[in-house]
């Protein structure tokens, strides 16, 4: 069955330092893959996506993500993060096909807390 | 300015009653889904639609319905909501092909 798997629950991280969530996907052939955002009490907001292409994808507030193939994992990454940057963060997956079914499938989610 | 449309935002009703959420979207697009989001379990599929009067189960659809009868909007229908579908409710929508699912605000039910 097609997957997504985010093993951390909670990661606490200093203001400042690095920050990588981690994100493991199983399915048939490589997917449509994005890491969305939800801050406290709001709705989700797409960080960046993979379709195809340079394996190192840019999105907004300073997030990037890596997609790996030999390691199913596409994690995203971000060098300093600000205080604002709490939230929950979840990692999808949408199968490689041209129709059916093809709603997203999330992960559980990885809740960031920042440390001052 | 695109965007997907909730309502209400917040619902408190009882076991039994029957309620709607509604959804809209400005963006033309084909595909429109609802997904319901619970502690510890991300968001799950409810129900999806492929264009009018196209529908299909998702991953969770036990209690739920929906309709397409228009391009825009997509209700989410709960006949006789039970506690355990209290939870975070979101609209998606998307265009054909592999483009971004755009989400609405969300929907925060509670079912006593």
């Known amino acids: 069955a097609q997957s997504v798997t985010q093993p951390d629950i909670h990661i606490t991280v200093s203001e400042g330092a690095s920050l990588e969530l981690r994100c493991n996907y199983s399915y048939g052939a490589t997917p449509y893959l994005f890491w969305y955002v939800q801050s406290p009490g709001q709705g989700l907001q797409l960080l960046l996506k993979?379709?195809?292409?340079?394996?190192l994808v840019q999105g907004i507030k300073g997030f990037e993500a890596e997609f790996k193939r030999s390691q199913s994992s596409f994690n995203l990454r971000k060098p300093s993060v600000h205080w604002s940057d709490a939230a929950e963060y979840f990692c999808a997956a949408a199968p490689y096909s041209g129709g059916g079914a093809d709603g997203l499938t999330f992960g559980k989610g990885t809740h960031l807390i920042i440390q001052p | 300015e695109a965007q997907v449309t909730q309502n209400p935002r917040y619902l408190i009703t009882v076991t039994g009653k029957k309620l709607t959420v509604t959804c809209s979207q400005n963006?033309?697009?084909?595909?429109m889904s609802w997904y319901r989001q619970d502690p510890g379990l991300g968001l799950r599929q409810i129900y999806y639609s492929m264009n009018v009067e196209v529908t299909d189960k998702g991953d969770v659809p036990e209690g739920y319905k929906v309709s397409r009868k228009e391009k825009r909007n997509f209700p989410l229908i709960l006949e006789s909501p039970s506690p355990n579908q209290t939870s975070l409710y979101f609209c998606?929508?998307?265009?054909?092909?592999?483009?971004?699912?755009?989400f609405g605000p969300g929907t925060r039910l509670l079912v006593l």
């Open positions: 963006m033309n697009h084909e595909y």
């Open positions: 993979y379709f195809s292409g340079d394996t």
């Open positions: 998606a929508s998307r265009g054909q092909g592999r483009e971004t699912q755009y």
